[in-house]
């Protein structure tokens, strides 16, 4: 079955420190990644997505990813991190043989001012 | 423009009462898709629709739910005699197509409580 495994549950940093999230999938193929945030108390929103082109994504608040196809992996960056980046932050993929999106269990990033 | 909004905000139920629960997608969104988030577990997939259709019912967890859309727009989740188990936040979220590098759209949600 296809999967996307998020290594880190929690992250706890400090303002200004880099981030970097882990993301793995199981597709082999053509396959469509995203990063979505849900601030707190907030809807999931979309952080960026990768479906062909320059592996390296760039999203919105600072955030950035990069695909790597031959490690399946999709890892979430931030050079500085801030205290209003703390959310949930879920990895998605799909892919060209099935219309559901498979999400990733979800790291929660605590970042302290 | 308005997003997916989705109704009740938070519903407390008794164990064995039925409950509906409401999604309303982004207009012209062809694709709606129902999730369950548990505490620490993630969003599990319940159901699609492509249009009015739904062709994959495999992920819904037992015969006591079920989904309807009309109109391909607004769409329904019923659970039927409610379970504890059954408590969670529903989610529901709209693409403009099926697949592909299309991005979903959230709702706020559902919290669902069974007492």
């Known amino acids: 079955a296809q999967s996307v495994s998020q290594h880190n549950h929690h992250v706890i940093l400090s303002e200004a420190a880099s981030l970097e999230l882990g993301c793995n999938y199981s597709y082999g193929g053509t396959v469509n990644l995203f990063w979505y945030v849900q601030y707190p108390g907030q809807h999931l929103q979309l952080l960026l997505k990768y479906f062909s082109g320059d592996p390296l994504v760039k999203g919105i608040k600072g955030f950035e990813a990069e695909f790597i196809k031959s490690k399946f992996s999709f890892n979430l960056r931030k050079p500085s991190v801030q205290w209003s980046d703390t959310a949930e932050y879920f990895c998605a993929a799909s892919s060209g043989g099935s219309y559901i999106p498979t999400f990733g269990r979800g790291t929660s990033l605590i970042v302290h001012p | 423009g308005a997003g997916v909004s989705q109704s009740p905000s938070n519903k407390v139920t008794e164990k064995g009462k039925d409950v509906e629960l409401r999604c309303d997608p982004i207009?012209?969104?062809?694709?709606l898709y129902w999730y369950r988030q548990s505490l620490g577990q993630g969003l599990e997939f319940l159901i699609y629709?492509?249009?009015?259709?739904?062709?994959?019912k495999s992920g819904l967890p037992s015969d006591r739910f079920s989904a309807e859309r009309t109109g391909g727009s607004v769409s329904t989740l019923t659970i039927q005699r409610t379970q504890q188990e059954d408590s969670a936040v529903y989610l529901c979220?709209?693409?403009?197509?099926?697949?592909?590098?299309?991005?979903?759209?959230f709702g706020p949600g559902t919290r669902l409580t069974v007492t």
């Open positions: 207009s012209g969104h062809t694709a």
């Open positions: 629709f492509q249009g009015n259709s739904a062709p994959d």
């Open positions: 979220a709209s693409s403009l197509e099926l697949a592909g590098p299309y991005e979903q759209y």
